[in-house]
C-alpha cells in the first residue's frame, strides 16, 4: 500500500472527512491560464475539519502537497504534478457574521450603524462575494467586481484592483496552522502592519487561509443601484483593456514604486509587447499580460517571465518581481 492508499484509506475510514477525492486530474481547466497536466492525486474538502484531516494526515505520511482556489494566479506543471493538490473549490460560501460571534479575545468590537461583516470561505468565488454585497446594498468591494479567483486567494495574494487592496476591508482571518507536528485552527484580526502591496501574512509560510471576514459599510436601498452601477463600470475597464481575450492570470509582475512607473508601462517602453516564445505571448493590449495565445507551455510562460526580466533589467536597471507562482515538480 503506498502512501496515497494509506492516506485514503485514513480518510475513508474517518467521518469527519468529506469531499472529493480524485486521481491524475487534469488541470489546466483549473487555472485561468489553462495551463498544465494532471495531478497524481487530486482531494476538495467541504468543511474546517475534512481540511485539518486531510494537512494531518498528509503530513503524517510525508505527502507533498500544494494548496490551490481559483488557480488565477499559478501556472501548472506541463507534466503531472507528483504530489497532492488540495482545492478549496468545495468550501465555499458567504454570509453576514455577527459581532457576537467574533473571538473573545478580540475585546469589545464597536461598529457603527452602517457597518457590517460579511464573511467567506475561502473557496469562494469573488464573482459571489461582489453579488452578495451588491444584493446587499453593502459597498466596499466594486473595484473586484470581474476579478476572476477565490477570496481564499485574493486574501494570499492581498488582491489589489483599481488602486484597492482586499485588506482595505478585511476585518479577520481563519486559518489552518501547519508549522508544527500538530494542525491548529487559528484566528487573528487584520493588522495592518502585517500587510503590504501585494503582500500578506499567508505568503512563504505553512498557513491554509479558511475564512475572511470583511468590513463593508451598508448604503440606503436607493444606492443599491449606484453600487451596481461601479460593479459594471470595473467590468467593462477589464473587457475594455482585454483582460479576457486570452486566458491569463493578469498582472505578471508587481509594480515597483521605486520604479516611477508601472511594470506595464517599463515593458512597453522596453519594446516588448507583442514579444511571442513558443505559445505565450506579452499582450498586445497590455505589457504586464502574458497570455496563452497558442498553446502555451508553463515552460514557454517561464521562459518569456525571464526574457522580459532580463531584457528590462539590461535596459533600465529594474528587476521586475513575478506575482505568479509556477508550481513545479
Given at each position: ?15 469527519t ?33 475534512s481540511?485539518?484531516l ?35 473549490r ?24 452602517n457597518?457590517?461583516?460579511?464573511s ?13 454585497c ?15 479567483g ?24 481563519s ?34 487561509i ?7 459599510t ?25 483582460h479576457?481575450?486570452y486566458?491569463?492570470?493578469?498582472s ?64 533600465y536597471g ?12
Amino acid at each position: 500500500m503506498n502512501n496515497y492508499e494509506s492516506l485514503i484509506k485514513n480518510l475513508q475510514s474517518s467521518a469527519t472527512f468529506h469531499g472529493d477525492i480524485l486521481y491524475h486530474e487534469p488541470l489546466a481547466k483549473k487555472s485561468t491560464f489553462k495551463i498544465g497536466g494532471t495531478a497524481e492525486l487530486f482531494i476538495a474538502p467541504n468543511d474546517y475539519y475534512s481540511f485539518q484531516l486531510l494537512i494531518r494526515e498528509a503530513k503524517k505520511l510525508n505527502i507533498k502537497f500544494f494548496i490551490v482556489g481559483g488557480g488565477s494566479n499559478i501556472v501548472f506543471p506541463d507534466d503531472e504534478y507528483k504530489g497532492l493538490i488540495i482545492s478549496t473549490r468545495n468550501f465555499n460560501d458567504v454570509e453576514f457574521f455577527s459581532k457576537q460571534d467574533l473571538p473573545e479575545d478580540f475585546g469589545e468590537v464597536e461598529l457603527s450603524k452602517n457597518q457590517f461583516l460579511v464573511s467567506c470561505f475561502a473557496g469562494t468565488p469573488m464573482a459571489s462575494f461582489v453579488n452578495f454585497c451588491t444584493q446587499s446594498c453593502f459597498s466596499g468591494a466594486e473595484q473586484f467586481a470581474g476579478l476572476p479567483g477565490t477570496i481564499g486567494g485574493a486574501v494570499f495574494m492581498n488582491a489589489r484592483c483599481f488602486d484597492r487592496s482586499i485588506s482595505d476591508i478585511l476585518f479577520y482571518v481563519s486559518y489552518l496552522d501547519y508549522s508544527g507536528e500538530e494542525v491548529l485552527l487559528k484566528y487573528e484580526r487584520f493588522n495592518p502592519s502585517q500587510w503590504d502591496y501585494k503582500k500578506s501574512p499567508y505568503q512563504n509560510n505553512k498557513r491554509c487561509i479558511l475564512t475572511a471576514t470583511f468590513l463593508l459599510t451598508k448604503k440606503g436601498h436607493a444606492e443599491k443601484n449606484q453600487i451596481s452601477e461601479d460593479c459594471k463600470h470595473y467590468i467593462a475597464e477589464r473587457l475594455s483593456k482585454g483582460h479576457f481575450i486570452y486566458p491569463s492570470a493578469g498582472s505578471v509582475f508587481k509594480n515597483n514604486r521605486s520604479f516611477g512607473k508601472p511594470s506595464g508601462q517599463i515593458i512597453d517602453e522596453a519594446g516588448l509587447r507583442g514579444t511571442q516564445i513558443g505559445g505565450a505571448k506579452i499582450a498586445e493590449f497590455h505589457g504586464n499580460f502574458i497570455v496563452n495565445y497558442d498553446h502555451a507551455t508553463q515552460k514557454d510562460v517561464k521562459n518569456l517571465v525571464e526574457f522580459t526580466q532580463k531584457t528590462v533589467e539590461d535596459k533600465y536597471g529594474f528587476k521586475l518581481e513575478p506575482e505568479i507562482i509556477f508550481l513545479e515538480n
